[in-house]
């Protein structure tokens, strides 16, 4: 059975930093994404960044220059750092493993999520 954990979450002061991770746990193809998606209360979810098979690191334009999400080499494991947060960075963070349905043995896993607070 495959699992997605994410951990690290918490209530920061902006400006602070936080260091998302996620592990996932159990047989699965190779990801052809692994990513974080954050939802705020009221809003829809969004992607935040992501790890592309082969490379690609994509950011959304509003935490571009503050956070970097990196992938171990050969772990289905993902982290996201982020720093100088801002209150509009509190959220419910989400981790996303998939393959998409384009590919052989799609899959489109998630996380419970991790709560980010950012309050002075």
């Known amino acids: 059975q495959v699992q997605v954990v994410e951990s690290g979450g918490g209530l920061v002061q902006p400006g602070g930093s936080l260091r998302l991770s996620c592990v996932v746990s159990?047989?699965?193809?190779?990801?052809?994404?692994m990513g974080w998606y954050r939802q705020a209360p009221g809003k829809e979810r969004e992607r935040v960044a992501r790890?592309?098979?082969?490379?690609?690191?994509e950011y959304a334009d509003s935490v571009k220059g503050r956070f970097t999400i990196s992938k171990e080499n050969n772990k289905n494991s993902v982290s996201l750092q982020m720093n100088n947060l801002q209150f509009e960075d509190t959220a419910v963070y989400f981790c996303?493993?998939?393959?998409?349905?384009?590919?052989?043995?799609?899959?489109?896993?998630w996380g419970q999520g991790t709560q980010v607070t950012v309050s002075s």
């Open positions: 996303r493993v998939r393959r998409p349905s384009g590919l052989q043995n799609a899959y489109d896993y």
């Open positions: 159990g047989s699965i193809f190779t990801p052809y994404e």
């Open positions: 790890h592309i098979s082969g490379g690609r690191l």
